[in-house]
T-cell receptor, first 110, second 115 residues
Framework: DAKTTQPNSMESNEEEPVHLPCNHS???????IHWYRQLPSQGPEYVIH???SNVNNRMASLAIAEDRKSSTLILHRATLRDAAVYYC???????????FGGGTRLMVKP | EAGVVQSPRYKIIEKKQPVAFWCNPI?????LYWYRQNLGQGPELLIR????????DSQLPKDRFSAERLKGVDSTLKIQPAELGDSAVYLC?????????????FGQGTRLTVV
């Protein structure tokens, strides 16, 4: 499986934007970039995914580098409820496995 | 609509005892996953089902773990006998297919403590 690298932890202030980075230098042309997050005592939940273009949804934005070797999950205005572990995952055809790494623990300060 | 339902939420057993976890996926989802999550780590895939067929079970410790998905709907994961190292959260997830664009929905998990 292609590997992703994320910082172990990050801190943010409430109501400020948060940029969560992910490096995936061995990504292939058909690999999709997925982000999930896991709130305390909950199962992971889907956040967003993309292939080449930047993506926006109600939860977040995904900015993908032009060479696709890195991506950034953007939370436009962090709230205390956004404190979670954020996982960056590559899904590769044909198996399309959902393989989790260690993720980034985001702490949000009031 | 209800999400992925798992039971029980918590289970404490003595080592060498058997234990079973149950998962009811979202209606219509043909792909079902079982993951194990150790404290402080990301979830690790144990087995994936496509309908009633088990695929991608290379990480399932087959000497003590077994799983089934009768009629391609509900699934159970069993451990017999349990060992201290099996203490973890067991997560079930389902999705509508396994394509690269599909979203997986997770249950809240079952926290197993083996004493």
């Amino acid at each position: 499986d292609a590997k992703t690298t994320q910082p172990n932890s990050m801190e943010s202030n409430e109501e400020e934007p948060v940029h969560l980075p992910c490096n995936h230098s061995t990504i292939s042309g058909t690999d999709y970039i997925h982000w999930y997050r896991q709130l305390p005592s909950q199962g992971p939940e889907y956040v967003i995914h993309g292939l080449t273009s930047n993506v926006n949804n109600r939860m977040a934005s995904l900015a993908i580098a032009e060479d696709r070797k890195s991506s950034t999950l953007i939370l436009h205005r962090a709230t205390l409820r956004d404190a979670a572990v954020y996982y960056c995952i590559l899904r590769m055809p044909p198996g399309n496995m959902l393989t989790f790494g260690g993720g980034t623990r985001l702490m949000v300060k009031p | 609509e209800a999400g992925v339902v798992q039971s029980p939420r918590y289970k404490i057993i003595e080592k060498k005892q058997p234990v079973a976890f149950w998962c009811n996926p979202i209606s219509g989802h043909n792909t079902l996953y079982w993951y194990r999550q150790n404290l402080g780590q990301g979830p690790e895939l144990l087995i994936r089902y496509e309908n009633e067929e088990a695929v991608d079970d290379s990480q399932l410790p087959k000497d003590r773990f077994s799983a089934e998905r009768l009629k391609g709907v509900d699934s159970t994961l069993k451990i017999q006998p349990a060992e201290l190292g099996d203490s973890a959260v067991y997560l079930c997830a389902s999705s509508l297919g396994r394509g690269v664009n599909t979203e997986a929905f997770f249950g809240q998990g079952t926290r197993l403590t083996v004493v």
